[in-house]
């Protein structure tokens, strides 16, 4: 091309771009953040779906703000991550669930990312990240596991994308 990029199409429609400079794009690639809709707190029971229910972006709408789930689209491997404001005074924990089930081959029924035990009048910021290979269809949500929670709305949010 005359400005020296390397574009991938298909159907008339550029998939992918790699400048002059070697930088890749790929706006269709998957790709969503997910977050509560108010600032409010949002109390989750033990094994409850968290409810983010507004997106910052959906490239594609393989996340669903009804059910709180991202579904893959094609088999890949993913990435995630969340992040949970934890009000004080409160024993807080959340996992992914593959499928509506735990997924951590490594220790069966240990899968919380992040687990705090707030003993004193302190927030906690809970964070976590994880890569997982998923099949086309295969969906995923965050729950809490053990403990019935209270989380600061405005500063919650999950995320996640298709690494390849």
């Known amino acids: 091309h005359a400005d020296n990029a390397m574009s991938f199409s298909t159907s008339a429609t550029e998939r992918m771009k790699i400048d002059a400079s070697g930088r890749v794009t790929m706006p269709y690639q998957p790709a969503f953040r997910a977050g509560y809709t108010s600032g409010s ?3 989750n029971s033990v094994n409850s779906v968290h409810p983010f ?8 709408n393989h996340y669903n703000t009804t059910n709180s789930r991202f579904t893959a689209p094609v088999a890949g491997v993913y990435t995630f991550s969340a992040c949970f404001w934890v009000n004080a005074n ?3 924990d959340f996992a992914p669930r593959l499928n509506g089930s735990s997924w951590i081959q490594s220790a069966p029924g240990s899968d919380a990312i992040i687990f705090a035990q707030l003993a004193d009048s ?3 910021n809970l964070a976590g ?3 997982i290979e998923l099949a086309a269809n295969d969906y995923i949500d965050i729950r809490s596991r053990n403990y019935a929670s209270n989380y600061y709305g405005g500063h919650s949010w999950w995320q996640g994308h298709l690494v390849g």
């Open 129 to 131: 990240t994880f890569t």
């Open 53 to 60: 229910t507004n997106t910052a972006f959906n490239r594609g």
């Open 122 to 124: 302190h927030i906690q």
């Open 41 to 43: 707190t949002v109390t």
């Open 90 to 92: 409160n024993s807080a």
